[in-house]
């Protein structure tokens, strides 16, 4: 009797240890196919860089364990209405920019970039890897929503542009400029009025005049052929080098087994910032098109850039006091301006 318990046990045990065998495997045979959807549209660098290297460095280094379903933007969410999907699990995942979620997520701001804070993409890494920014933001949405954040370093060449020529910062006093988040609050503090608005739409608001001018970047305005409407733009000092983001809804993140999440790390981390630099030459080649296109890419005049950035710092307080969550971002943007000489 006893020996046939243990034969039993010895048998059971010899299956539970086959089962645990199978796992990895069966781990390893799985694809997970995701529905992810871009927030602009497919002739900007945000989708062609940012997006679609994002998707072939997953793919490829995941050896087609994960593939992508991919819809252009508006397609399931629209670009507003995109975090909610996420959350759903309407969407796996998206790319977007933090700006258009700030009314449910007030550390957006610092998450994109605040006015006037970062010139290059090698601040925004420093901000985010180096300083704990990532973890910051990744609180930031997983505390409001069932999301996981990842930053989109880009590297822009971001500018105020107008459709009517301009000299200083008096004339922009009364314009109606395209400019989201805190971006919003600084066209009004120089005298402006701010109004939101996707990329999408922006060809044809400058077309019927709806806008007098947008803050964009030189690489989007050229992609879709806005510069055409524009006389002047403010490119120095460069308004943000920015972050978008990629958000995975927090449920398909937790399924995947860790050799997978590594790999979407590594493409948030290090793949990125290749795409950042290849972004940044194409910023610098769209600033010479718009240049011969007759557009007046301005640096203004070190007194009035120093106006700006005080006005700018002011706001960067005002993010602050949003949350507590927004205070310590912010602290670490100023605690890095600092060291950096620049506050």
Not at 56 to 69: L, T, V, W
Not at 78 to 91: D, P, Y
Not at 225 to 238: D, Q, R, T, V, Y
Not at 241 to 263: C, I, R, Y
């Amino acid at each position: 009797m006893i020996k046939a318990i243990k034969t039993i046990a010895m048998a059971t045990a010899g299956l539970a240890l086959a089962a645990l065998a199978t796992q990895p495997a069966a781990a390893a045979d799985k694809t997970w196919t995701l529905k992810f959807q871009h927030s602009y549209p497919p002739t900007l660098g945000f989708y062609k860089m940012t997006g679609v290297n994002f998707l072939n460095y997953i793919e490829e280094k995941s050896d087609g364990r994960i593939k992508f379903e991919v819809y252009d933007v508006g397609a399931v969410a629209s670009v507003a209405g995109m975090l909610e999907a996420t959350h759903l699990g309407i969407l796996d995942v998206h790319k977007s920019w933090g700006t258009y979620y700030v009314g449910d997520v007030p550390e957006a701001d610092i998450e994109a970039g605040l006015p006037l804070a970062w010139d290059e993409a090698y601040e925004v890494y420093d901000a985010y890897y180096q300083r704990g920014l990532a973890e910051v933001i990744d609180e930031a949405y997983g505390s409001r929503f069932n999301v996981k954040h990842f930053p989109a370093i880009i590297s822009m060449q971001y500018g105020l542009a107008t459709t009517k020529p301009i000299s200083s910062l008096e004339d922009l006093k009364g314009m109606k400029i395209r400019a989201l988040g805190s971006f919003g609050d600084l066209v009004q503090a120089l005298g402006g009025s701010a109004t939101v608005l996707p990329g999408a739409e922006l060809y044809t608001a400058l077309q019927l005049g709806t806008i007098d001018g947008l803050v964009y970047g030189a690489e989007a305005i050229v992609a879709q052929g806005l510069e055409a409407f524009l006389k002047s733009m403010i490119i120095k000092p460069n308004f943000n080098a920015g972050s978008g983001h990629w958000m995975f809804n927090k449920d398909v993140w937790d399924s995947l087994p860790e050799d997978l999440q590594q790999v979407v790390i590594d493409a948030a981390r290090m793949q990125n910032m290749e795409t950042a630099m290849q972004y940044r030459a194409a910023e610098q080649i769209k600033v010479g098109v718009m240049s011969r296109a007759g557009v007046n890419m301005m640096a203004l005049p070190e007194a009035e850039a120093k106006k700006m950035r005080e006005i700018a710092h002011g706001l960067w307080d005002k993010v602050a006091a949003r949350s507590p969550l927004a205070a310590k971002a912010v602290e670490i943007v100023k605690q890095q301006q600092r060291e950096f000489g620049r506050m």
